[in-house]
Every structure is written in C-alpha cells, then in structure tokens.
C-alpha cells in the first residue's frame, strides 16, 4: 500500500498532509506545497516505500495525482 501525500487548500494557502507525519507542513504558493509533497514522495521512495501524492484544487476536485514506486535497492548503488 502506498503512502499517502495530499496537497489541499487551508484559508489562503495550502497544506501537505500524510499520516506518515503529525503536524501539516503550511505554503502560501500551491507551487512550493506541491514541489515540498513531491520531494518528499521521492525521499519515500528512495527508503523502499511507495508513495502517491495526490493535489487538490480549491474547490475540492482532483488536480492529479503522481505515484513514486520505491526505488530498488540496486539503484542506490548507482552513482548520480
């Protein structure tokens, strides 16, 4: 099962949220809320854990959604 990343409206800004975490991390630029989900979907991944972050719109539709498959432990060994 896929770990879990929304990206979702508060006032005017945005929140990320995962059960992975306690505290929502806080953005006023849905940008910057999506790019900190992101990140940290690939950090998931590359510990072996799949992660899907999923972005809403201010009026609750889906924007989209990205899965990060958990990378390989044979990739680690590969230099960047």
């Known amino acids: 099962m896929a ?15 995962s059960s992975s975490f306690e505290n929502e991390m806080l953005f006023v630029a849905g940008a910057k809320a999506e790019a900190a ?3 940290l979907a690939r950090r998931y991944a590359a510990r072996g854990e ?5 972005i809403y719109l ?6 989209g959604r990205f899965l990060y ?10 230099p960047a």
């Open 3 to 17: 770990l879990k990343i929304s990206v979702v409206p508060v006032g005017n800004g945005w929140a990320v949220r």
């Open 58 to 63: 201010r009026d609750g539709a889906v924007a």
């Open 50 to 54: 799949t992660a899907e972050v999923s």
């Open 37 to 39: 989900a992101r990140d």
């Open 69 to 78: 498959a958990a990378t390989p432990d044979y990739l680690d060994a590969i």
